[in-house]
């Protein structure tokens, strides 16, 4: 027995249930105590045509759990260690916060990043965003390599 959802498309009742991965491609640079909505990414798929790379924004096609994952990193010219946090928000209410501590590195070493993961009931409609909070002295500007600024949106049920 599938996963039935009305109106969604796939084949007899096993739909094609929407997936988005996505990662960063403009090297957004988050100043010093800032919170900022990640912005222009460049889209790998978008099953159901949810997610508008340039503003960020992720819009549910249906009522469902969602798997949503995602990794935040870049390079900063601060001489200490701060705390920065990625911060997933439904516009229809709620946040949830993922605090990294990203040590203090410069354009000559290899840029650093966390990843992290909830499985959240959404309903259609409802909007979310991915945004960086960045508790440090210094802006953070995000990598653009694609393996340490993504997120992945995969719905896994009703």
Request: charged share 5%; proline share 3%; net charge positive.
């Given at each position: 027995m599938g996963i039935g959802i009305p109106s969604a498309p796939g084949v007899g009742n096993q739909p094609l249930l929407p997936k988005v991965l996505a990662t960063n491609s403009a090297g957004q640079?988050?100043?010093?105590?800032?919170?900022a909505?990640?912005?222009?990414w460049t889209l790998s798929y978008d099953?159901?045509?949810?997610?508008?790379?340039?503003?960020?924004?992720?819009?549910?096609?249906?009522?469902?759990?969602?798997?949503?994952?995602?990794?935040?990193g870049g390079l900063t010219t601060s001489a200490t260690v701060f705390a920065?946090?990625?911060?997933?928000?439904?516009?229809?209410?709620?946040?949830?916060?993922?605090?990294?501590?990203?040590?203090?590195?410069?354009?000559?070493?290899?840029p650093?990043?966390?990843?992290?993961s909830i499985c959240l009931r959404l309903q259609k409609g409802?909007?979310?965003?991915?945004?960086?909070v960045n508790g440090g002295p210094n802006a953070l500007t995000l990598d653009t390599g694609g393996t340490l600024c993504w997120w992945s949106i995969n719905m896994t049920n009703d």
């Open positions: 640079s988050i100043g010093s105590g800032a919170t909505t990640t912005t222009n099953t159901h045509g949810g997610f508008t790379a340039s503003t960020g924004v992720y819009t549910v096609p249906y009522t469902g759990f969602y798997q949503i994952s995602w990794s935040l920065t946090r990625a911060r997933l928000v439904n516009a229809a209410g709620g946040t949830f916060d993922a605090y990294v501590s990203i040590p203090a590195v410069t354009a000559s070493t290899v650093v990043g966390q990843s992290t409802n909007t979310i965003t991915l945004q960086a």
